[in-house]
């Protein structure tokens, strides 16, 4: 086995998505569970967990560019996140009124 797993990605769209974060840097990439749904009997491919598997040479640098990535995307939610003046909630980007007092 000259491939290990590095990441469990929480869908298909996040696995390519890092698959492509890693072959910019020429690491080889194999992708695990994509194909599952059909064995699954159909359930929709987004909701399908994807292990990232890299060559095992590949491993400590592919781990390197996934924790910059976790942290980033973290930085993203912080700072997309906004606080309801009224009652002090945090609010997704998405939302434009608070979730819970409706301002
Ligand atoms: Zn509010």
Redesign the pocket.
């Known amino acids: 086995m000259d491939y290990k797993k590095v990441y469990k990605a929480a869908n298909s769209n996040e696995a390519y998505f890092i698959k492509g974060l890693l072959e910019q840097k020429s690491l080889k990439v194999k992708l695990l569970g994509e194909n599952l749904s059909v064995a699954m009997g159909g359930l929709p491919l987004e909701v399908i967990q994807v292990d990232i598997l890299v060559h095992k040479n590949n491993y400590d640098e592919a781990k390197k560019i996934l924790i910059k990535y976790e942290q980033e995307l973290k930085n993203i939610e912080d700072q997309e996140n906004w606080v ?6 945090h ?1 997704p980007p998405s939302f434009e009124i ?6």
């Open positions: 309801c003046k009224h009652c002090s909630k609010n608070c979730w819970n007092c409706n301002k």
